[in-house]
C-alpha cells in the first residue's frame, strides 16, 4: 500500500461527485436528444423544399429534396410518400410502389398513402391490388371521397 492510498476514495464515499456524474450522463443523453431534433428539423427543412420544387415544377430537385429529407431521418413517412408520388411523374413506377410500401411501414395507418398506391397499382392494372389499398384507405377514413370513386372504378374494371 502506498503513502497516499489511505487517503483515496471511491466515487460512492463522494455523493457530490456520484451526482456530477449523473447528471453528466443525463446532460450527455439531452445533448443526444437535442441533436436528433435539430436532426429533424432539418429534415422537415428539406421536405418543406421539396414541396415547394414540386409546386413550381422542378420535380427533378424535388425529388432530391425529398432524398436529403430521407438520408436525415429514414422514418420521415411524408417525405416517403411525396418522393413516390415525384418519382411517379418520371414513369418510374417500381420504385414508386416501393417507396408507398416503406412509407406504410412506417405509418400504415396513412390513408392517403394507401390511395396513391392504389393509383399507381391501378395504372400499372393490378386491380386487385389497387383495389384492396382502397379499401385500407376508406377503412382508416371511410370519408376519403377520392378514395370511395377509385375504389368503385377499380371494382367496375375488374368485372369487365
Not at 132 to 145: G, P, Q, S, V, Y
Request: proline share 2%; charged share 30%.
Amino acid at each position: 500500500m502506498g503513502l497516499f492510498d489511505k487517503f483515496k476514495k471511491s466515487e460512492s464515499e463522494y455523493p457530490l461527485f456520484k451526482n456530477c456524474t449523473e447528471h453528466h450522463a443525463k446532460f450527455e443523453g439531452q445533448e443526444k436528444l437535442e441533436e436528433i431534433n435539430i436532426d429533424h428539423e432539418i429534415a422537415e427543412d428539406w421536405y418543406n423544399q421539396g414541396v415547394n420544387m414540386g409546386s413550381i415544377g422542378k420535380h427533378a430537385e424535388e425529388v432530391r429534396c425529398y432524398q436529403r429529407a430521407l438520408e436525415i431521418n429514414p422514418d420521415h413517412a411524408k417525405a416517403r410518400n411525396n418522393l413516390a408520388v415525384a418519382l411517379g411523374k418520371f414513369g418510374k413506377h417500381d420504385e414508386e410502389i416501393m417507396c408507398y410500401a416503406e412509407a406504410l411501414k412506417i405509418n400504415p395507418e396513412d390513408a392517403e398513402t394507401w390511395y396513391n398506391l392504389g393509383v399507381v397499382l391501378m395504372e400499372t392494372e393490378k386491380l386487385y391490388e389497387a383495389a384492396e389499398c382502397f379499401r385500407k384507405a376508406l377503412k382508416i377514413d371511410r370519408n376519403f371521397e377520392h378514395a370511395a370513386v377509385a375504389m368503385s372504378i377499380a371494382l367496375s374494371q375488374i368485372r369487365e
